[in-house]
Nanobody, 124 residues
Framework: QVQLVESGGGLVQAGGSLRLSCAAS????????MGWFRQAPGKEREFVAA????????FYADSVKGRFTISRDNAKNTVYLQMNSLKPEDTAVYYC?????????????????WGQGTQVTVSS
Protein backbone atom coordinates (compact mmCIF):
# COMPACT_ATOMS: atom_id res chain seq x y z
CA GLN A 1 0.00 0.00 0.00
CA VAL A 2 1.42 3.33 -1.09
CA GLN A 3 1.50 5.99 1.60
CA LEU A 4 2.12 9.70 1.24
CA VAL A 5 2.59 11.72 4.41
CA GLU A 6 2.62 15.51 4.27
CA SER A 7 4.01 17.78 6.96
CA GLY A 8 5.03 21.39 7.46
CA GLY A 9 1.71 23.17 7.28
CA GLY A 10 0.68 25.82 9.79
CA LEU A 11 -0.35 29.40 10.40
CA VAL A 12 1.79 32.19 8.98
CA GLN A 13 1.37 35.90 8.36
CA ALA A 14 1.14 37.29 4.86
CA GLY A 15 4.59 37.66 3.37
CA GLY A 16 5.93 34.76 5.38
CA SER A 17 7.24 31.37 4.31
CA LEU A 18 6.52 27.71 4.90
CA ARG A 19 8.12 24.53 3.65
CA LEU A 20 5.95 21.51 3.06
CA SER A 21 7.36 18.00 2.90
CA CYS A 22 5.85 14.79 1.59
CA ALA A 23 7.39 11.42 2.30
CA ALA A 24 6.28 8.73 -0.14
CA SER A 25 6.49 4.97 0.06
CA UNK A 26 6.14 4.49 -3.72
CA UNK A 27 9.12 2.63 -5.21
CA UNK A 28 11.24 3.31 -7.11
CA UNK A 29 10.57 6.89 -6.11
CA UNK A 30 12.64 8.38 -8.92
CA UNK A 31 10.33 6.89 -11.55
CA UNK A 32 7.27 8.79 -10.36
CA UNK A 33 6.25 12.37 -10.86
CA MET A 34 5.19 14.17 -7.71
CA GLY A 35 2.67 16.96 -7.50
CA TRP A 36 1.20 19.40 -5.02
CA PHE A 37 -2.43 20.42 -5.17
CA ARG A 38 -4.55 22.54 -2.86
CA GLN A 39 -8.18 22.97 -1.99
CA ALA A 40 -9.64 25.98 -0.27
CA PRO A 41 -13.05 25.88 1.46
CA GLY A 42 -15.84 26.02 -1.09
CA LYS A 43 -13.46 25.75 -4.01
CA GLU A 44 -12.35 22.98 -6.30
CA ARG A 45 -8.98 21.32 -5.94
CA GLU A 46 -6.33 23.08 -8.01
CA PHE A 47 -2.89 22.25 -9.28
CA VAL A 48 0.00 24.03 -7.56
CA ALA A 49 3.28 22.47 -8.71
CA ALA A 50 4.81 19.24 -9.96
CA UNK A 51 8.20 17.72 -10.62
CA UNK A 52 9.25 14.85 -12.87
CA UNK A 53 11.02 11.84 -11.43
CA UNK A 54 14.51 13.06 -12.22
CA UNK A 55 13.84 16.38 -10.51
CA UNK A 56 15.02 18.29 -13.57
CA UNK A 57 11.64 19.38 -14.91
CA UNK A 58 9.17 21.36 -12.86
CA PHE A 59 5.73 22.84 -13.45
CA TYR A 60 3.89 25.62 -11.65
CA ALA A 61 0.49 27.20 -11.60
CA ASP A 62 0.61 30.84 -12.69
CA SER A 63 -0.69 31.91 -9.29
CA VAL A 64 2.40 30.59 -7.49
CA LYS A 65 5.10 31.01 -10.11
CA GLY A 66 8.02 32.97 -8.71
CA ARG A 67 6.91 32.42 -5.11
CA PHE A 68 6.82 28.63 -4.71
CA THR A 69 9.57 26.12 -5.49
CA ILE A 70 9.09 22.38 -5.78
CA SER A 71 12.03 20.03 -5.32
CA ARG A 72 12.67 16.42 -4.49
CA ASP A 73 15.30 14.31 -2.80
CA ASN A 74 15.15 10.88 -4.39
CA ALA A 75 17.52 9.45 -1.81
CA LYS A 76 15.00 10.35 0.89
CA ASN A 77 11.85 9.58 -1.13
CA THR A 78 10.63 13.05 -0.30
CA VAL A 79 9.24 15.99 -2.24
CA TYR A 80 9.21 19.55 -0.94
CA LEU A 81 7.26 22.71 -1.58
CA GLN A 82 8.99 25.89 -0.48
CA MET A 83 6.40 28.64 -0.25
CA ASN A 84 7.57 32.24 0.01
CA SER A 85 5.73 35.57 -0.06
CA LEU A 86 2.59 33.84 1.08
CA LYS A 87 -0.75 35.53 0.54
CA PRO A 88 -4.10 35.02 2.28
CA GLU A 89 -5.41 33.47 -0.95
CA ASP A 90 -2.86 30.68 -0.53
CA THR A 91 -4.86 29.42 2.45
CA ALA A 92 -5.94 25.86 1.72
CA VAL A 93 -5.35 22.21 2.50
CA TYR A 94 -2.31 21.15 0.52
CA TYR A 95 -2.04 17.61 -0.83
CA CYS A 96 0.85 15.78 -2.39
CA UNK A 97 0.23 13.07 -4.95
CA UNK A 98 2.12 10.67 -7.16
CA UNK A 99 1.69 9.84 -10.84
CA UNK A 100 3.47 7.97 -13.59
CA UNK A 101 6.42 10.02 -14.76
CA UNK A 102 4.91 10.45 -18.23
CA UNK A 103 1.60 11.75 -16.91
CA UNK A 104 0.09 15.13 -17.62
CA UNK A 105 1.15 16.40 -14.23
CA UNK A 106 -1.14 19.42 -14.15
CA UNK A 107 -4.19 17.12 -14.29
CA UNK A 108 -5.25 15.79 -10.90
CA UNK A 109 -6.99 12.88 -12.59
CA UNK A 110 -3.61 11.56 -13.67
CA UNK A 111 -2.49 10.96 -10.09
CA UNK A 112 -2.84 7.55 -8.49
CA UNK A 113 -2.13 8.14 -4.82
CA TRP A 114 -2.78 11.08 -2.52
CA GLY A 115 -1.71 12.12 0.93
CA GLN A 116 -4.07 13.15 3.71
CA GLY A 117 -3.33 16.84 3.33
CA THR A 118 -1.81 19.53 5.51
CA GLN A 119 -3.49 22.82 6.38
CA VAL A 120 -1.83 26.09 5.40
CA THR A 121 -3.38 29.27 6.77
CA VAL A 122 -2.10 32.71 5.82
CA SER A 123 -3.36 35.60 7.90
CA SER A 124 -3.58 39.14 6.56
Amino acid sequence: QVQLVESGGGLVQAGGSLRLSCAASVRPFSRYAMGWFRQAPGKEREFVAAVRGSGETTFYADSVKGRFTISRDNAKNTVYLQMNSLKPEDTAVYYCATARDQAVVTDGGQYDYWGQGTQVTVSS
